[in-house]
């Protein structure tokens, strides 16, 4: 049962299609699994047992026909409770739609379903997506399955610690300022953000049903799972065009260049001089950048020459209240919620950190918006990324840290973090690193690098080219097997 549930999701697609193992008996490992763990860690929300093993007997009797549904052919999957998923409750752990079942699934989800994915059930997150941990006011917060005491980060935290502890060999999650990154780093697992738009988000929330889509910059679809190669398969099949969104460009996926590891030029950072890391996550970064160089890889410290990070955060930050505005809806629970984290993240943590995090700095573009101001935002953010663009031409890709922290154990939302005996503003701590790659829309790729001394998972980013992810994706797996750390949590 556990080599079932910690068996890679491509793996277990060619052991069910050469009948070495049954697409019921891949279902009952991983409901087993669950049945164990998620008390503990309540990382799936909403489980559809019944409709997953009428699937999964399906899946079988089709094989026996000589039918393969597609890559995926009776390999249980999860999904982030933010994507609509037909006849089986979404809620974005948002109390009004704690009731809501959705008519049609989410694009991403109908085209796992076609690959022959079998849905087992939804993730759980933050509340509507807005927190770096998952904590909601429908189900219980998500613990991190290394130490049950802390978070597993957010807002797709529940998607993260699921892969982790087996309870799902793949899952669909969702990154705006980091929400696929930052928990892949704190459980240890692979996630990957592609180029903004790349993949349609049509189904997927926090414009709750009926209110228009606001949210057509800087979010994108990503995945997670225990394999590079997962990652590329999931990525394959859910990228592309879509008639649901029209925005969605049909960019075909690029094809990979081959180069060995020895004939890359690879560019690293251990920290922004702004926003200093956790020593152990410098460490490791420096570690990396040592075995890269022991093996002959051409690997050199860079920063593009006029990376204002100030400058970029206040940027990103004034775009994502333009397109949340009306995006979110106005109740008492949202109205909360968003008051808490500009009042903290103002109030809170060192004060010079808090000028790069500070969401108070928004308010104008909260209270009174307008339509000038957000093609000016849009405008900078053009010119931001076609400046980025030209700053990565020469790179293949480059290496930066994930977060300032590792994990941290459960606070109050949006609190300050300490690192290192110093308080950072929630954002900034969790942020920092990421948000920058979702203004100016490239993709990046976590893998895990190793482990603090208390044993708890350290990610690194690798950022690559607009529209390469298929490159990005092949380089990361090089790059894997020598600086990679892969390891499964203990007692799961």
């Known amino acids: 049962m556990a080599n079932l549930t910690f068996t890679p999701a491509h793996q277990l697609a060619q052991m069910i299609r050469d009948r070495q193992v049954s697409a019921v008996e891949v279902l009952d490992a991983y409901l087993a699994q669950i049945a164990q763990h998620n008390s503990k860690l309540n990382a799936i929300?909403?489980?559809?047992?019944?409709?997953?093993?009428?699937?999964?007997?399906?899946?079988?009797?089709?094989?026996?026909?000589?039918?393969?549904?597609g890559a995926l052919h009776g390999v249980p999957v999860t999904i982030k409770d933010i994507f609509?998923?037909?006849?089986?409750?979404?809620?974005?752990?948002?109390?009004?739609?704690?009731?809501y079942i959705p008519q049609h699934d989410a694009t991403v989800v109908s085209r796992l379903r076609l690959a022959g994915?079998?849905?087992?059930?939804?993730?759980?997150?933050?509340?509507?997506?807005?927190?770096?941990?998952?904590?909601n006011s429908l189900f219980p917060r998500v613990?991190?399955?290394w130490n049950l005491d802390y978070t597993p980060g957010g807002s797709s935290g529940g998607s993260a610690a699921a892969v982790a502890a087996g309870l799902s060999p793949l899952d669909l999650g969702n990154d705006i300022a980091g929400s696929v990154r930052q928990p892949a780093h704190f459980c240890g697992v692979y996630g990957l953000k592609p180029?903004?738009?790349?993949?349609?988000?049509?189904?997927?929330?926090?414009?709750?049903?009926?209110?228009?889509?606001?949210?057509?910059?800087?979010?994108?679809?990503?995945?997670?799972?225990?394999?590079?190669?997962?990652?590329?398969?999931?990525?394959?099949?859910?990228?592309?065009?879509?008639?649901?969104?029209?925005?969605?460009?049909?960019?075909?996926?690029?094809?990979?260049?081959?180069?060995?590891?020895?004939?890359?030029k690879i560019a690293w950072i251990d920290q922004w001089i702004e926003v200093p890391v956790a020593a152990e996550i410098r460490a490791a970064m420096q570690a990396v950048r040592q075995k890269l160089v022991q093996s002959n890889i051409q690997i050199d410290p860079w920063l593009p020459q006029d990376f204002d990070l100030s400058h970029i955060l206040n940027l990103y930050g004034r775009l994502a209240a333009y397109i949340n505005i009306y995006a979110q809806p106005v109740d008492r629970y949202n109205v909360r919620r968003s008051l808490t984290q500009i009042f903290r993240t103002a109030t809170q943590g060192d004060q010079s950190l808090r000028k790069l995090g500070d969401f108070s700095r928004l308010l104008p573009e909260l209270l009174n918006p307008s339509l000038?101001?957000?093609?000016?935002?849009?405008?900078?953010?053009?010119?931001?990324?076609?400046?980025?663009?030209?700053?990565?031409?020469?790179?293949?890709?480059?290496?930066?840290?994930?977060?300032?922290t590792v994990a941290f154990t459960?606070?109050?939302?949006?609190?300050?973090?300490?690192?290192?005996?110093?308080?950072?503003?929630?954002?900034?701590?969790?942020?920092?690193?990421?948000?920058?790659?979702?203004?100016?829309g490239h993709p990046a790729v976590i893998i895990p690098i190793g482990q603090t001394q208390t044993g708890l998972p350290i990610g690194m980013q690798i950022v690559g080219k607009r529209w390469r992810e298929m490159e990005l994706l092949a380089i990361a797996q090089e790059l894997d097997k020598v600086v990679g750390d892969f390891r499964n949590p203990l007692d799961y």
Request: aromatic content about 6%.
């Open 143 to 145: 613990n991190n399955p």
């Open 410 to 440: 459960h606070c109050p939302a949006w609190s300050a973090i300490d690192i290192d005996g110093k308080a950072y503003p929630h954002a900034v701590a969790n942020g920092a690193y990421t948000m920058p790659f979702n203004l100016s």
């Open 45 to 69: 929300c909403t489980l559809d047992e019944e409709n997953a093993r009428n699937r999964a007997k399906q899946a079988d009797e089709a094989l026996g026909n000589g039918e393969i549904w």
């Open 195 to 264: 180029t903004d738009r790349r993949i349609s988000t049509a189904g997927q929330i926090p414009e709750v049903p009926g209110m228009p889509v606001c949210i057509r910059q800087m979010i994108t679809v990503g995945c997670f799972a225990r394999s590079l190669e997962d990652l590329r398969l999931c990525f394959s099949l859910i990228a592309g065009a879509d008639d649901r969104r029209p925005d969605v460009p049909p960019v075909p996926l690029d094809i990979p260049t081959g180069k060995s590891l020895q004939n890359l």
């Open 117 to 135: 994915a079998i849905i087992m059930g939804k993730t759980n997150m933050a509340e509507l997506a807005g927190d770096y941990q998952s904590t």
């Open 372 to 404: 000038k101001g957000y093609f000016e935002t849009l405008t900078e953010r053009d010119h931001l990324t076609a400046q980025l663009d030209r700053a990565l031409e020469p790179w293949d890709v480059w290496l930066t840290p994930v977060a300032a």
């Open 84 to 99: 609509e998923t037909a006849g089986l409750r979404t809620t974005a752990g948002y109390i009004p739609l704690k009731d």
